[in-house]
């Protein structure tokens, strides 16, 4: 069972830096593709980052491009992503999820999500 557990969501002021953390389990990390996606209060979900199984492919939604990162670590299972030049509309849930490269709309292993609240 896919199972993935997103951790480092904290309040954060405008301009500031985040890291974001997804350990994941119950499938092969190191083969599959991967994305993050985020839903601010109110809103729809949101396509943020994909990476895929190599980590050599990387897409980044228009909004975040420039300011964020993602990263993986498949000896460690663990997926990444810094978050950086925050701004207040950065306010949401993010949550990692497993995605075939180039099916972003294909995810699976749905958890929690951690919180990032950026202020003023």
């Known amino acids: 069972e896919v199972h993935l557990v997103e951790s480092g969501g904290v309040l954060v002021q405008a301009g500031g830096s985040l890291r974001l953390s997804c350990t994941a389990s119950?499938?092969?990390?190191?083969?599959?593709?991967m994305t993050w996606v985020r839903q601010a209060p109110g809103k729809g979900r949101e396509w943020v980052s994909g990476?895929?199984?190599?980590?050599?492919?990387?897409n980044y939604a228009d909004s975040v491009k420039g300011r964020f990162t993602v990263s993986r670590d498949s000896a460690k299972n663990t997926l990444s992503l810094q978050l950086n030049s925050l701004k207040l509309e950065d306010t949401a849930v993010y949550y990692c999820?497993?995605?075939?490269?180039?099916?972003?709309?294909?995810?699976?292993?749905w958890g929690n999500g951690t919180l990032v609240t950026v202020s003023s």
């Open positions: 119950g499938f092969t990390f190191s083969t599959s593709g």
């Open positions: 999820v497993k995605s075939p490269w180039g099916s972003y709309y294909v995810m699976d292993g």
């Open positions: 990476i895929n199984s190599e980590g050599d492919k990387i």
